[in-house]
């Protein structure tokens, strides 16, 4: 398997332009993670998907971030109107029950390469 | 979930064991506990987690104290590609969030030669 892929790698933009951003999880994966990374707050959970139904949007910071998963192989994220302060490194993860320790199952995540956003 | 303490950075000489700590003095009896690694532009990466019991696979020994308020991550013969941000993460093993992760800042750990 590929792994997370994520498009584009880099992206510069100007400010109020439309940006969108994509994955592809794993095969077989049922949950699926964007996240957002800064210097200044680290790595932030912004949403997440089970079974390509939005579960828990709380991270997203405001209405200017959408994202959706119109099926089990793709994901984007779109910010509009982007902003400077969006600039940052974007993470897609997917997941699926990995093994049982425990007895309890765990789910071990993988993470793509991340897109790096730069708004002007 | 629990909140972790971790040092912001550490050093360690190629070849030598790395140990991390961590702090979760508020760990409940149901969270696990998770590493995670980021190396430099690269996104993060899953090393082991454990509940109680000392664990180890390939990359790492997880050392987890007898009152489970602290643990430590042990590379045992760090090389400079184990230069990276480590991050402890406390959290339930299953509850239906798919791994869902909550990061620190980690500690920044730098290999030297």
């Known amino acids: 398997d590929a792994g997370v892929i994520q498009s584009p790698r880099h992206e510069v933009t100007e400010m109020g332009q439309e940006v969108t951003l994509r994955c592809k999880p794993i095969?077989?994966?049922?949950?699926l993670f964007w996240y957002r990374q800064t210097m200044m707050r680290g790595l932030e959970l912004l949403i997440y998907f089970n079974n390509n139904v939005p579960i828990d949007d709380s991270g997203m910071p405001e209405d200017r971030f959408s994202a959706k998963m119109p099926n089990a192989s793709f994901s984007t994220l779109k910010i509009q109107p982007s902003e400077p302060r969006d600039s940052a490194v974007y993470f897609c993860a997917s997941s699926s029950p990995s093994g049982t320790s425990g007895g309890a199952s765990y789910n071990e995540q993988f993470f793509g390469p991340g897109t790096r956003l730069t708004v002007l | 979930d629990a909140k972790t303490t971790q040092p912001p950075s550490m050093d360690c000489a190629e070849g030598r064991a790395a140990n991390l700590p961590c702090n979760h003095s508020?760990?409940?009896?149901?969270?696990?506990v998770y590493w995670y690694r980021q190396i430099h532009s690269q996104g993060p990466q899953y090393i082991i987690h454990g509940l109680k019991n000392n664990e180890t696979n390939e990359m790492a020994s997880l050392i987890i104290t007898e009152d489970r308020k602290s643990s430590t991550l042990i590379l045992p013969h760090a090389t400079l590609r184990d230069t990276a941000v480590y991050y402890c993460i406390v959290r339930v093993a299953t509850d239906n969030q798919g791994g869902k992760l909550i990061f620190g800042q980690g500690t920044e750990l730098s290999v030297k030669p």
């Open positions: 095969s077989g994966h049922d949950y």
């Open positions: 508020t760990i409940s009896g149901n969270e696990y």
